[in-house]
C-alpha cells in the first residue's frame, strides 16, 4: 500500500507569489490533515479536510486555503506569500473518521520563501 | 497554539539505557498519540493512548497516562544510535492533533 504522498518535496518562492502544495493520501483514507512545522513555532495544524468539506480549520489568516477532491486528493494553496511561510508543510491521511486513529504523514514540502 | 508542552527539550544518552519524555497538555482529551520525526521528513505514528486508559506497551515503548494531571510520559527501553530523533506528543479533540514541541533525543553509540 502506498503511502502518503507529497509534492512537491522542495519549492522556493519570492514573496508575493503564491503556491499549491499537493497531497495524495493512503488509498481509502477520506480524512486529510495539513500542518505547518517551523523552528520557531513547531508543529501547528492548518486544516483538515473529510469527503472534499473542510470540518476544522487553525489560526492561519485567510491567505492559506485548501481544499479536497472527490478522490480524497487535497491541495493547499498560500498567496502572497512572506518571509515566514518558510516552513516544511506536512500531510497526514487517516481513515474513518480520524478520532481515534492513528495519522499517516507524508515527507513533507520544504518551501522556502526568499 | 499548542496544546502540550514536552520536558526535556532535549536528552542525551548511551545507548542501552532508557530515554524518558513527558508530555503535559490542557484540554479534555479523547485520546493522546506519540510521534517520531527524523531529520526534517514526515513523523511516524508510535503509539496510541485512549482517554480511559492508564499505560500501553509496544515493544521497547511504554507510555503512560494521567487525565487527572493532563500528562503522558513516553520511555523507550534499551536505547538504540537508531532511536535518535524528535519525539512529539499529540492530543486529539475531535479531529484534530494538537502536537507539543517535542523532545530531541540522541542516542550515543
Known amino acids: 500500500k502506498a503511502g502518503v504522498t507529497q509534492t512537491p518535496r522542495y519549492l522556493i518562492k519570492t514573496r508575493g507569489q503564491q503556491v499549491t502544495l499537493s497531497c495524495s493520501p493512503i488509498?481509502?483514507?477520506?480524512?486529510v490533515s495539513w500542518y505547518q512545522q517551523t523552528p520557531g513555532q513547531g508543529l501547528q495544524f492548518l486544516f483538515e479536510?473529510?469527503?472534499?468539506?473542510?470540518?476544522n480549520k487553525g489560526n492561519f489568516p485567510g491567505r492559506f486555503s485548501g481544499r479536497q477532491f472527490s478522490n480524497s486528493r487535497s491541495e493547499m494553496n498560500v498567496s502572497t506569500l512572506e518571509l515566514g511561510d518558510s516552513a516544511l508543510y506536512l500531510c497526514?491521511?487517516?481513515?474513518?473518521?480520524?478520532?481515534?486513529?492513528?495519522?499517516?504523514f507524508g515527507q513533507g514540502t520544504r518551501l522556502t520563501v526568499v | 497554539s499548542q496544546q502540550g508542552e514536552e520536558d526535556p527539550q532535549a536528552l542525551s544518552i548511551q545507548e542501552g539505557e532508557n530515554a524518558t519524555m513527558n508530555c503535559s497538555y490542557k484540554?479534555?482529551?479523547?485520546?493522546l498519540q506519540w510521534y517520531r520525526q527524523n531529520s526534517g521528513r514526515g513523523l511516524v505514528h508510535l503509539i496510541l493512548?485512549?482517554?480511559?486508559?492508564r499505560e500501553k506497551h509496544s515493544g521497547r515503548l511504554r507510555v503512560t497516562l494521567d487525565t487527572s494531571k493532563k500528562s503522558s510520559s513516553l520511555l523507550i527501553t534499551a536505547s538504540r544510535a537508531a532511536d535518535t530523533a524528535s519525539y512529539f506528543c499529540?492530543?486529539?479533540?475531535?479531529?484534530?492533533?494538537?502536537f507539543g514541541g517535542g523532545t530531541r533525543l540522541m542516542v550515543k553509540p
Open positions: 493512548i485512549r482517554s480511559n486508559e
Open positions: 484540554t479534555s482529551i479523547n485520546n
Open positions: 488509498s481509502g483514507h477520506r480524512s
Open positions: 499529540a492530543t486529539v479533540t475531535g479531529n484534530m492533533l494538537t
Open positions: 497526514a491521511s487517516s481513515s474513518l473518521t480520524g478520532r481515534n486513529t492513528e495519522a499517516f
Open positions: 479536510y473529510f469527503s472534499e468539506t473542510q470540518r
